[in-house]
């Protein structure tokens, strides 16, 4: 039975959803399900490069890649913004049947998807952002899996899964075992950075809990972008057993290959977290409690999310779920070390 949201017709379907990897993994769900209410259609994601590289020959809901130059959508710091007046064109051009906004609010992601003349458009809409043809309203404190499930609800999509998943490649594994070769003991990941500085557990406690790991007969692994090879090295410089140093060594790609050989990974509220996830890999991720109802994971049988409850900075009292004040503190440090293991240790000692 069809649902009466459905649009007839549809051949072509524009997602804008452009920012980091996490936030992607988040709308794999509502994707799935897109695919599944329109399998003629094809899906083109609005995104950015990055996108368009890991996506390539992977198996999956998108079908295409168009990358939206940085700071066109509005709202992004930068020091000049694009021209996208050919940017437009060629996006009119497509003749989408459906353009869907998964992007946030609506302020400026509302008016970038009018631009593309699509017969239909749907998406979120905050208090101040202009409505499309559907909407849902945008409430920030909203499991983001969910949001995305309600955008595509309102063109006729219904629910596939409530997991994001994404199919390991060859090319993955490849890379991963060129960096990082196969040996009998099992692998666990410790990924101790992310962008924001503030979901960032300190680095001794990261390195309290690999020692504790690594005594158990596990290999430890650190994990981190180019920019957070300091993070990593950290990590590393303060523990007491071994540990490979991959700060700065793997693509998204290797990344990816190498969660899918894993045992466990623990991190912070971060992109590879999701990614770990994705690939079926069992987590242990530390929260702050704004995130965690934004971007926790629904199922706790391989998934651990630890949370920290502070919403005051330390320093001026500013209270931090309606507001964000300039000063730079963690707020996952309250979580103990203790908290951590007791929760990797169940986790590596459940079969399957």
């Not at 790991?213 to 090295?233: C, F, H, M, N």
Request: charge should be negative; glycine fraction near 8%; aromatic fraction near 8%.
């Amino acid at each position: 039975m069809q649902s009466k949201n459905r649009i007839d017709n549809v051949r072509k379907i524009a997602v804008l959803r452009a920012n980091a990897l996490g936030d992607f993994l988040l709308s794999l769900p509502a994707l799935e399900a897109l695919s599944q209410a329109y399998p003629q259609a094809e899906i083109v994601l609005l995104g950015r490069e990055w996108h368009a590289a890991f996506l390539k020959n992977r198996p999956g809901p998108v079908d295409r890649v168009i990358p939206v130059p940085y700071g066109g959508i509005g709202g992004e710091v930068v020091d000049q913004q694009p021209d996208m007046t050919a940017f437009f064109e060629a996006l009119t051009a497509e003749n989408f049947d459906l353009a869907l906004q998964m992007h946030g609010g609506g302020y400026n992601s509302n008016p970038f998807i009018s631009k593309l003349g699509a017969r239909y458009t749907a998406g979120s809409r905050d208090f101040n952002a202009p409505p499309l043809d559907r909407w849902v309203r945008y409430m920030l404190y909203q499991p983001e899996v969910i949001r995305y499930l309600e955008i595509v609800s309102l063109v006729g999509a219904e629910p596939v899964s409530y997991e994001p998943k994404v199919e390991v490649t060859p090319v993955d594994l490849a890379e991963s075992l060129a960096v990082v070769p196969e040996t009998k003991k099992p692998l666990v990941v410790i990924h101790p950075g992310a962008i924001d500085p503030r979901r960032r557990w300190p680095t001794s406690k990261f390195a309290e809990v690999a020692d504790a790991i690594a005594k158990k007969g596990y290999r430890i692994a650190v994990t981190g972008s180019t920019e957070e090879i300091s993070l990593v090295e950290a990590v590393i410089s303060a523990m007491q057993e071994e540990a490979l140093d991959l700060g700065g060594q793997l693509s998204l790609n290797g990344l990816t290959g190498l969660l899918s050989r894993s045992t466990l990974l623990v991190s912070n509220d971060t992109g590879p977290a999701h990614l770990a996830r994705a690939v079926g890999v069992p987590t242990v991720t530390l929260y702050w409690i704004g995130n965690l109802i934004t971007a926790g994971p629904l199922s706790r049988a391989k998934n651990r999310p630890l949370v920290a409850f502070q919403i005051n900075c330390p320093y001026c009292g500013e209270e931090q779920t309606k507001t964000r004040c300039e000063h730079t503190f963690s707020v996952v440090n309250e979580i103990s070390v203790e908290e951590v293991l007791n929760q990797a240790f169940d986790l590596l000692e459940t079969p399957g």
